[in-house]
Structures are given as structure tokens and as C-alpha cells.
């Protein structure tokens, strides 16, 4: 079982670290070449959906493992808690919003809920680094983390924008294909 909570929140970690820097280059890229970038955030909500259901896997299996319940618990009550509220709210109930085919077809929505859930997770690490959790380091190390978190949503953006500009050439090529095919059996 802990096996499967490490991995889960590994994966969930991976998955939104500078998500919020990829949906703005997504925004970007797309005003900046005059592209449809519809494909794009669709990726990028499903993505932030995805999380949204790893975490409320990891808090299940966490609550079920003993060893995660203390864990839980003293998250909850120490000086940082309203930290771990926010974040508990913003990585689980704020995403499911993006369910909602309206909610999640606004790019506006969508970076705000990036930008929260990236917000909540700032915070937390913000609170670690202040209770001396990193073991002393120093500044630098952590500007060095946090400007590794830029060029990762960069570098993801940027696959996800091409990705997303892909499919909807794909599914052009293919939605004219058939409306030929159709035209062909008029005729």
C-alpha cells in the first residue's frame, strides 16, 4: 500500500510542478503565431482533471495507512494548517470544476485554477523551507528550484501547444476527408 502512496504522489507531483507556466506559454504561443490553441488547453485541463483524481486516490490511501494518518493529522493542526487547507482544497475540489465543459474551455479559468493549485503547493514549500524541513539550504538552491520549475512549464508548454496544434490538423484533414468521401457519393 505504500508503494502505491509513494508512486501516486510522485507521479501527481510531476505531473502539475509549473503548471501554471505551461498554461501561460500554451496562451502565449497561441496569441504570439495567431494558432488555435483549443487543443492545447484541452490537454492541459484533462492534465489538471488527472491530478485532481491522483490526489483524491493518495488522500484515500492515505487515510487508510496508518502510517499516513499521523502524517495527515499533524499537517492539519500545526502553525501552517490554513497552508494545508488551501492546498487540500485547491489540488482536489478546484480542479473538478474543469469537468464542467464551460469551466474548462475558458482559458481564463483554467490558468486561474493552475495558478492556485501551483499558489497552494508554493505555500507549503514556503512553510517546509521556513521549519528548516531542507536542512539549512540556502537561497540559491531554492531560486535554482524554482527557476528549474520555469523552464520545465516552458519546455512542457511548448509540447503540449505542438501536441495540441497536431491533433486538430489531424482531425481537420480527417473531418475533410470524410466530407469529400461524402460529397463523391452525392455526385
Known amino acids: 500500500m505504500q508503494i502505491v502512496y509513494t508512486l501516486i504522489h510522485l507521479f501527481s507531483n510531476l505531473l502539475i510542478r509549473g503548471m ?4 501561460i506559454s500554451v496562451i502565449l504561443a497561441g496569441k504570439l503565431f495567431n494558432t488555435d490553441n483549443r487543443k492545447a488547453l ?17 488522500i484515500a490511501i ?16 500545526d502553525h501552517y494548517w490554513w497552508a494545508f ?12 470544476l474543469l469537468i464542467n465543459k464551460n469551466q474548462g474551455r475558458n482559458k ?3 490558468l486561474s485554477i493552475s495558478l ?19 536542512g539549512g539550504r540556502n537561497d540559491a538552491v531554492l531560486a535554482t528550484y524554482l527557476g528549474y520549475l520555469v523552464l520545465k512549464g516552458l519546455l512542457v508548454g511548448g509540447i503540449i501547444y505542438a501536441t495540441g496544434n497536431a491533433l486538430a ?8 476527408g470524410l466530407s469529400r ?7
Open 20 to 23: 501554471c507556466v505551461t498554461t
Open 42 to 58: 484541452e490537454i492541459i485541463r484533462w492534465v489538471i482533471v488527472s491530478y485532481a483524481v491522483l490526489n483524491i486516490c493518495e
Open 62 to 77: 492515505g487515510y487508510f495507512s496508518s502510517a499516513e494518518i499521523i502524517s495527515f493529522s499533524e499537517q492539519a493542526n
Open 85 to 96: 487547507y488551501i492546498k487540500l482544497f485547491s489540488s482536489t475540489v478546484l480542479p473538478l
Open 108 to 110: 481564463y479559468v483554467l
Open 116 to 134: 492556485l493549485i501551483n499558489l497552494s503547493w508554493f505555500f507549503e514549500l514556503t512553510a517546509l523551507y521556513a521549519n528548516g524541513f531542507y
Open 169 to 176: 490538423s489531424v482531425q481537420q484533414r480527417f473531418s475533410s
Open 181 to 187: 468521401i461524402s460529397f463523391q457519393k452525392r455526385a
